[in-house]
């Protein structure tokens, strides 16, 4: 839908404005220098150059960074071309082919301290109206990268999976205090809930990530495209510390390896530098007990990209246990889990898959997910490599199952690293349980699920 916008602090330049729209390309040149400086909704870099094409009744502008990769560059000027090309049909449509439109785009391109590259395009598409130049549409288009590779990257691979929820946290205490509830749209908290299609948007600054909002979603329509400001310091928890160079491609098969009872010594050690080695992750439950030993590589899991679940403080039945008792097992472990790491678990594994309805609806309360397997090694009986090797190869098709092992022993380690290279050969790709999910269902788990296969 075409929303008719003026432009807000417009009539400062009405005596340029209100006579005509712009005559000549000289003018057309100030308008456009004008329009960029107006509502801008991010910062270009200084040596940002302007290319003026002054057409009637179609002009188009465009400014970009000249500090970037070639691949963004290459990728930017085709996204420009698209959009320019996209503003010109809506002319055609409207069968107002007399009336001055000018396209103007202004585009930029950030680096994060996580190598990270975001790339903004922020188009805005401008008719005459009453000899007046009205600014009509905006719309912004944000693109992620890797810095060394030059890939385009999933919001994933920059941020952690509970990103949403924290900038929805952030967005709800911003708005509210900046604009109140009269000023905001009746269902504004659906565009800042941390639903999966919020949040979609953003860059990566270096120091703030901020978020954009489509025109008529948390305000009026005048207000034109929202823009968000998170400092890192309140993203902490959700942006990654590195970039993930990994990418998951939902289309092909997809396994998640999961290593229960660490964090351990030496044996984990190896299966995460075996990970590391392979670009493979993996997704960890932990003992909350086991932290203050062995937090060093529940460091380095997170910081490969690998999962990390809580599976109770000491491996108790958890079926066995009060609901307080229970409770206290659960929480203790996920905050030893934030303290060493940094993030908070969604998922549990129950220790020895012990599961009833009371321990579900506790899981539940604490906004968890657990998570079983359906691929049993048996490392911990045979402890024997060939084995624990064979227990996964004989199994035909291991897409979207859970392979069960654990950390804390030698054999598991050197199964490890003939599974992972054998899973490698074999064109699976090695995912989390929570990308499982997602990847596999287009949703995140939920407080309550209880994970096995996913198909
Ligand atoms: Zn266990």
Redesign the pocket.
Known sequence: MIVTILFTGWYGYSNFIDTNVYQNSREYEDFVDRALYEKELFKTNSNAQVEYDYEEPFATAVRKDTETTDSISAFRDHKIKARIKECKKMVSLEESEDLTHACIVDTSVHSSGNGADSLVIYTKFYEEQDRKMVLRITDVQTYLFSHDMGKELEPLQALNVNFRAKASKFAKEYFEKTFGEERLKEDWKDYISDSDDNYNKFILTGNTVIFFFNEDTVLDPSYGTVTLKIPYQYMQLAIRPKVLDRYIDPNKPMVAVTF??GPGGKSETRILECLEKYGAVATF?YQGMLIDDFGYNAVKAAEIGCEIGN?SWD?PMLSSLSKKKMRSQIERTNEAIKNATGIKPDLI?P??GDFNKKVNGVIKSEDMASVLWTVDTRDWESRNPKKIFKSVKKVKKLDGKIILM?SIYNETAKATEKIIPWLVKNGYQTVTVSELVKYKTGKLPKAGDQIRTIH
């Open positions: 229960d009872d439950f599976h491996h594994r220790p020895y654990h």
